[in-house]
Every structure is written in structure tokens, then in C-alpha cells.
Nanobody
Framework: VQLQASGGGLVQAGGSLRLSCAAS????????MGWFRQAPGKEREFVAHVSWSRSITDYADSVKGRFTISRDNAKNTGYLQMNSLKPEDTAVYFC??????????????WGQGTLVTVSS
């Protein structure tokens, strides 16, 4: 499966953005999906995860209550709704598929990343 993330941009603190992850291939609906982010000089970190059936979601503590992960398997697309954004959310955001949890090494498919910049 090939993934393409989009929707990043510049937003003021307190604002919102919705990231999309478009997948090609008919097997997207069978893969768990995650969002990760990487800030300059830092390691890639887990943000959120949703199971293939949408029955299980998981969030990093730093985004819980502010971010919502979802997916539309009929459209082969995943989403990350980000509200109440903070400057520390600034990073390149990646969508990934094929993993089970929070370890990026478990995911076999990655999108190219989309930059989110939150100004104070």
C-alpha cells in the first residue's frame, strides 16, 4: 500500500488542522493505521493509532483530548483532526500502516510526511 499525507500548514496556537492520509491499493482496509511526528532534532514519536476495524484507538498522552484519529475505509483515507494546537505540536507528521501499536518499527508502510507549524 502507498500512503500520501496532506493537510499540514501554518496555524496559530489554539487553532485546528485536519491531516489526511490517502492510500492506494485495495488492502488499506485490512491494515491498522497510525500517525507519528518528528520535530527537528528529535526522534519520531507516536501520536495516534486506529485499528483496521476502527474499534480500537490509542493516543499519546501529549495529544489525548485534543487530537482525533479516524479512517474511512470506503475512501481509503485516514485522518487526524488536531484541535487546540500548541507550539510543541510543530513537527513533520507521517501516516503509517501495517503496525499494531506505538513503535514506528512495527509499521511497514509510510507516507512522505506533511509539515505542521504552530506559531505562538
Amino acid at each position: 500500500v502507498q500512503l500520501q499525507a496532506s493537510g499540514g500548514g501554518l496555524v496559530q496556537a489554539g487553532g485546528s488542522l485536519r491531516l489526511s492520509c490517502a492510500a492506494s491499493g485495495r488492502t488499506f482496509s485490512t491494515y491498522n493505521m497510525g500517525w507519528f511526528r518528528q520535530a527537528p532534532g528529535k526522534e519520531r514519536e507516536f501520536v495516534a493509532h486506529v485499528s483496521w476495524s476502527r474499534s480500537i484507538t490509542d493516543y499519546a498522552d501529549s495529544v489525548k483530548g485534543r487530537f482525533t484519529i479516524s479512517r474511512d475505509n470506503a475512501k481509503n483515507t485516514g485522518y487526524l483532526q488536531m484541535n487546540s494546537l500548541k507550539p510543541e505540536d510543530t513537527a513533520v507528521y507521517f501516516c503509517a500502516a501495517g503496525g499494531r501499536g506505538r513503535d514506528p518499527r512495527d509499521y511497514g508502510y509510510w507516507g512522505q510526511g506533511t509539515l505542521v507549524t504552530v506559531s505562538s
